[in-house]
């Protein structure tokens, strides 16, 4: 029997489109492994405990990585994928499974996806799968949904086989119970969080913060001297206070409108926001003259050498802000889709 720590071990995290490069800094960092990137994706190795595996903040899912191999694009192929299958280590991703989850498993899942010109369909793909695991494992395989999910992707000449670890994703923070649809997914918030190179010594503002994630991941990541954060509409900033009570973070919270907000200036060495991608008034996307005063009370609060990350859906208009107030460097941009649309975080500091 092959136990967690026996062998290395290949994993695949999955992530946003635009967030592997920062993902594979912090497996690197988090787990000492050495990652790749690929769409959507990174994949590395790793000898530790599974249970480490939560400790990744912009992962959505992670599998276990059992194989990779040509295949062609015959029917007899399938009888090469029935091969592969039955050499799956089930006792070693249970191992990890509950490793992970803190839990026992039960029945095997099979999900197939089928890129490519072959003579098999993904229909067949999963009929060989049930019966070839059925037969190795003695274990009822379901095309259903079940906690303990195997992966076939045959794309092309390629065929990978892998285990899911996360029935939930770590995306689905357990202290998001109050939310709303236009939260800020928590990976992105992750990512904003780290690009803005948390310290000790921070001063933290999130003045559009919504449900809290923000905020809550900042304070989540360590040590900061003042964690702030705000919103206008008093259902939403309850909806803050108590995701932070369920995370066990201290953040400070208050309720201001952005265009005045209630700090000296350079108050803040950070400010960490994702803002209404509308005018909250009316509805209607922003235009350049409402847009740009709340950017300017923004840098107003924040400190000469600060770090401001802004997440934007709707073209350059924050580009266009900061050109026309003049107070900064130009913005380091990085692209993302999120909910199929594409977003742009901004990552500007403040000089003289």
């Not at 967030?19 to 690197?28: K, S």
């Not at 803002?275 to 107003?300: T, Y």
Request: proline letters at 6%; glycine letters at 8%.
């Amino acid at each position: 029997m092959m136990t967690e720590a026996s062998a290395s071990t290949r994993y695949v995290a999955t992530c946003l489109y635009g967030l592997e490069g920062i993902l594979a800094d912090e497996v690197r960092e988090r787990l000492g492994a050495e990652p790749q990137s690929q769409w959507c994706e990174v994949s590395f190795r790793f000898d530790g405990s599974a249970a480490r595996l939560r400790d990744l903040r912009l992962a959505g899912n992670v599998f276990m990585e059992f194989d990779r191999f040509p295949i062609g694009h015959t029917m007899a192929e399938l009888d090469v994928v029935a091969k592969h299958l039955r050499a799956v280590p089930l006792d070693a991703w249970e191992a990890r499974w509950c490793g992970l989850q803190g839990l026992s498993s039960g029945e095997i899942g099979v999900t197939v996806q089928r890129r490519g010109e072959h003579n098999f369909t993904y229909q067949d793909v999963e009929e060989c799968a049930v019966g070839a695991l059925s037969q190795a494992t003695g274990r009822k395989v379901t095309l259903e949904p079940r906690p303990l999910e195997l992966r076939i992707e045959v794309e092309a000449e390629w065929c990978r086989l892998m285990g899911r670890l996360t029935p939930t994703p770590l995306s689905e923070r357990p202290y998001k119970r109050f939310r709303s649809s236009a939260d800020t997914d928590a990976t992105l918030a992750a990512a904003m969080v780290r690009l803005s190179r948390p310290r000790p010594g921070d001063l933290f503002l999130d003045p559009f913060c919504g449900a809290g994630t923000i905020p809550i991941e900042r304070a989540l990541r360590g040590r900061a001297t003042a964690i702030v954060a705000g919103e206008l509409k008093e259902k939403r900033l309850a909806w803050a206070v108590g995701n932070a009570g369920l995370a066990g973070v201290q953040v400070a919270f208050g309720c201001w409108d952005a265009l005045k907000l209630p700090f000296a200036d350079r108050a803040f060495t950070r400010v960490v926001t994702s803002p209404p991608q509308s005018n909250p008034v009316d509805g209607r996307p922003w235009g350049f003259e409402d847009f740009a005063p709340l950017v300017a009370e923004c840098f107003r609060v924040l400190q000469y050498g600060g770090a401001a990350v802004w997440l934007m859906e709707r073209g350059p208009l924050l580009k266009r802000a900061l050109k026309h107030l003049g107070i900064t460097h130009p913005a380091k941009l990085l692209a993302c889709n999120w909910k199929g649309r594409s977003w742009t975080i901004y990552t500007v500091e403040k000089v003289m």
